[in-house]
């Protein structure tokens, strides 16, 4: 099963009114899970990025515990060795969340 799928997620391909198009992830029910819609604001390096900082703390190498990026300065990533939590809302554990952000990056390719 896709993570997207498991954690009630759509990314969509939003057309704005100037003719441009931007990459969203979207959930339809509003719940701590809607934090995860966070991942909207990563760009591919960002998403990158995490994802390093998620295999180090897997494979149990050094990585920073708090995530930070200006276009998420406003939220809170804290990473441990067994999960991520988003604004002290929501954990999800961290092999998930490194499987959704690949699933990110192949939508941000597309």
Request: hydrophobic share 35%; glycine share 4%; charged share 30%.
């Amino acid at each position: 099963m896709e993570m997207k799928n498991k954690y009630g997620l759509d990314f969509i391909n939003q057309k704005n009114s100037d003719g441009s198009t931007a990459k969203i992830c979207k959930r339809n029910v509003l719940d701590k899970e809607s934090e995860l819609q966070i991942i909207s604001r990563l760009d591919s390096f960002e998403t990158n990025s995490l994802i390093s900082e998620l295999d180090n703390a897997i494979k149990g190498k050094y990585y920073d515990f708090y995530f930070c990026t200006d276009s998420i300065d406003d939220s809170i990533i804290y990473i441990t060795k067994l999960s991520v939590i988003i604004n002290d809302i929501f954990e999800i554990p961290i092999q998930d969340m490194k499987d959704l952000l690949g699933e990110w990056i192949l939508f941000l390719q597309s």
